[in-house]
């Protein structure tokens, strides 16, 4: 019964002993064995491996993706909001501003504004350099006694009685004051300075008489240099006046002193002139008597 039966394999056609098969089969299966076992404990230690980096802390957020919540993300929804409001607000108050404008504009009846084409600019350029430097003045008043020789209603009747003292070497003028026509004759400081040429006159069958005459103190829009030029005139007339006599040289000074450009005082430097011309040849009283009336043309008008 111990005996051993030698069994015979047949393996692939091939006949071997059954015992060195079955050692070597044994051989064969420890050995597949053992590295079977070792292959299961290295797949073992990489499977715990794998496991344990799955789920490591640190490598989990890593894989996940997800940041960390900062200050900004906690107030960007407040900061967006308040820039959305300003922007918003700025936008509607600007619209609201230009509704507000338009209507005041339109209760106010305020007119278009035309813009000027180049000639209307050329045509009003001169006037609006004059109208630049203009401004208000008061010019003090101006008083003397005349020799009225009548007051008409019409220009041609004083003009025909004028006549009657120019043939008695007067030179009258015609001034022209509340629609009405005054003859005037001659001119003096007081009243008794027309007393002698008063009792010529009456000598003579020309009725005449002495009285107060004054320009009132007058508001008058020019420049400062015309201002100036007529307030100089003035003290040059009251200093004539005064005298009883007319300083050639200072009015001639006057006149040159007297703005270039000014088209105002055109027709009063004119008359000056005529008048200093004839000096030599008329009573000085009437031609401050003629100035005089000149300066009072050039302030009405």
Request: glycine letters at 6%; hydrophobic letters at 35%; charged letters at 25%.
């Amino acid at each position: 019964m111990t005996a051993k039966r030698q069994v015979v394999v047949r393996i692939d056609g091939n006949t071997s002993n059954s015992s060195l098969n079955r050692d070597k089969f044994t051989n064969k299966t420890d050995a597949r064995s053992h590295n079977e076992m070792a292959a299961a404990e290295e797949s073992g230690e990489n499977d715990i491996h794998t496991f344990a980096r799955e789920y490591d802390s640190t490598l989990a957020i890593t894989k996940s993706g997800k940041k960390s919540q900062t200050n900004f993300d906690i107030f960007k929804p407040i900061i967006i909001a308040i820039v959305s409001a300003v922007t918003i607000g700025s936008i509607m108050g600007f619209v609201m501003l230009k509704i507000i404008v338009n209507f005041d504009n339109d209760l106010n009846g305020t007119p278009a504004v035309l813009v000027p084409t180049d000639g209307e600019k050329k045509k009003d350029n001169g006037a609006a350099t004059d109208n630049a430097n203009k401004g208000t003045y008061i010019l003090e008043s101006m008083s003397a006694f005349v020799l009225q020789g009548g007051v008409f209603s019409s220009l041609e009747n004083a003009e025909a009685e004028s006549s009657k003292f120019i043939e008695n070497g007067y030179n009258p003028v015609i001034w022209e004051k509340d629609s009405q026509f005054f003859l005037l004759v001659h001119l003096g400081l007081t009243k008794e300075d027309l007393q002698d040429d008063t009792s010529t006159l009456m000598t003579n069958g020309i009725e005449a008489y002495a009285k107060e005459w004054q320009i009132v103190e007058k508001e008058v829009e020019v420049s400062k240099e015309e201002y100036e030029w007529l307030a100089s005139f003035q003290d040059n007339w009251n200093i004539s006046l005064g005298e009883g006599k007319v300083d050639k040289t200072k009015w001639n000074n006057l006149l040159e002193q007297a703005p270039s450009n000014s088209t105002i005082l055109t027709n009063l430097t004119t008359s000056v002139k005529d008048q200093l011309d004839a000096l030599d040849t008329r009573d000085h009283n009437q031609i401050l008597l003629a100035l005089w009336q000149s300066f009072h043309n050039t302030l009405s008008n």
